[in-house]
């Protein structure tokens, strides 16, 4: 369904530390990419595929990114381990708890999640749906 998903930051590099660590447990890995004549940009993506892609990105207008309210990206984990590692990971790369794993039993049976900022703000949501699709 989607193309790929591009979230704003104010520092690439420490940024790009966030998402290494964050989405490593999720199997997603940072690759090479050229910016079509914009800014700095950092991508990732599942080995072997080629979509859906993450981007970061300086914004292209030059003003400074900013976390868009009521936006979140969220990034699906195989497990529920993969959902806390990636969570303890984020944390300890600069992010910010927003909501701790556990089951999100409202959101469906077998649902467990985690929410974090980035390091800019943007709120980010790891989770496994169990046996649900």
Known sequence: MF?????GTNDMERAAAFYDALLAPLGLRQRAVEPDGGPEARCWIAEGQQLPRFYVYAPFDGAPASAGNGTMVAFEAPSHAAVDSAYDAGLASGGVDAGRPGPRLHYG???YGAYLRDPDGNKVHIVHRGDLR
């Open 109 to 111: 049976d077998g649902y």
């Open 3 to 7: 193309s790929h998903v591009t979230l």
